[in-house]
């Protein structure tokens, strides 16, 4: 081999090899240097159970999974007060995400407050509530036995009755002294034909006034979770396991008053859920989101870390495995009046 040739081999394999690099995210191939990512697509499809029907689904889902890594580590990397990871939605794009978890509807933002048994918490008085007047610096109604472990709403946008359903449980334990926990299904069913829509989104604030209306709940073990829609079991309408007199309105856009209404009981909200939040693994959660609401938690406390970085404690419905054991901190005490992710927008409690 002459000198020339050599260069010119060694200037193909140069090409060739940078053809390849440029290949590495393509879409279509699974190019020999993802194999690592490849093992570890295989131990989360293990560790999640997941298949698929097809090897182009296979294909299509091991893309989506990289980019999410991808995703996950740069945002790690970037650092912050929280920290990314993988979980049951790595092999969703963030539209699949938003179609099959988070409500479909546009007009979350402004919920419904011509129902009649809606008040609204005032920036002098309390509600009902058995709110303080001095907010105490820490609050956390899972230590006081008012939160029952947290649910699995699974592929339905039914968010707004778990966050319903979590408050009614708050105030049901606060009440009485036992914490029952309540069914979503029989709100996912039955409350239909206003603006509550089933797996298709709907308000925990209507949902509370439904409730009332109803004159109460049953058990989630008498109704139990299907994670999807279904004819309303009208025999369970009567079952009152736990009854509310109807909804209050913590004004809107103000964290001192969302302070003193959770000091009182646990609180539904709304938040925009975003890409980063639904990897979340742990720490207190600062964004990005924005106040475009598509996702309803319930706020069971507050605090503060050991750096003085204050959070809300928030009650989520997508299982146990997400975030920190099914919760989230989100920042509290923000420069915005909105609150992060929107989580002061619409805030709701039932009053027994
Ligand atoms: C795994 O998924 C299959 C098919 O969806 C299901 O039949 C099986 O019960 C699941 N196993 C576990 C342990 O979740
Ligand atoms: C939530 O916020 C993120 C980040 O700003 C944004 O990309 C996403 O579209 C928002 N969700 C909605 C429903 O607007
Ligand atoms: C939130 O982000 C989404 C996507 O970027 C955008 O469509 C929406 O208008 C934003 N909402 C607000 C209130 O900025």
Request: aromatic share 10%.
């Amino acid at each position: 081999m002459t000198m020339a040739t050599a260069s010119a081999s060694l200037a193909v394999a140069l090409l060739f090899a940078s053809l390849l690099a440029g290949t590495v995210f393509s879409d279509d191939i699974i190019p020999i240097m993802r194999i690592p990512l490849l093992e570890r697509f295989h131990a989360w499809q293990a560790e999640y159970n997941r298949t698929y029907a097809t090897p182009e689904e296979f294909q299509y889902r091991f893309k989506v999974y990289c980019e999410n890594v991808k995703f996950i580590e740069t945002m790690n990397r970037a650092g912050s007060s929280y920290e990314l990871g993988e979980n049951q939605f790595t092999d969703l794009t963030q539209e699949e995400f938003e179609d099959m978890y988070l409500m479909k509807l546009n007009e979350v933002a402004s919920a419904p407050e011509a129902m009649g048994q809606l008040g609204t918490m005032n920036a002098g008085g309390t509600s009902g509530g058995g709110n303080t007047d001095e907010a105490p610096n820490y609050v956390d109604w899972r230590t006081k036995g008012a939160v029952t472990p947290v649910k699995d709403q699974q592929q339905c946008g039914s968010c707004w009755a778990f966050a319903a359903v979590a408050s009614i449980e708050g105030v049901h334990k606060i009440k009485t002294g036992r914490l029952v926990s309540l069914s979503e299904q029989e709100i996912v069913d039955c409350d239909r034909g206003g603006n509550d829509h089933g797996c298709h989104g709907g308000y925990p604030s209507s949902a509370m006034a439904w409730v009332a209306r109803n004159g109460g709940l049953t058990t989630e073990s008498d109704y139990p979770y299907v994670g999807r829609q279904g004819q309303c079991r009208r025999d369970k309408l009567g079952h009152h396991a736990a009854t509310i007199r109807g909804v209050w309105a913590v004004q809107r856009n103000n964290e001192a008053m969302l302070e003193r209404a959770v000091a009182g009981q646990p609180v539904a909200v709304s938040i925009n859920a975003s890409r980063a939040f639904q990897f979340y693994k742990r720490g207190v959660f600062s964004g990005p989101c924005n106040t475009s609401l598509n996702h309803a938690v319930t706020v069971v406390g507050y605090g503060a870390d050991p750096d003085g970085r204050k959070y809300w404690i928030v009650k989520n419905s997508w299982g146990q495995t997400w975030g920190e054991n099914g919760y989230v901190r989100l920042e509290r005490r923000v420069s915005s009046r909105e609150g992060m992710c929107g989580i002061a927008m619409e805030p709701y409690y039932p009053v027994m």
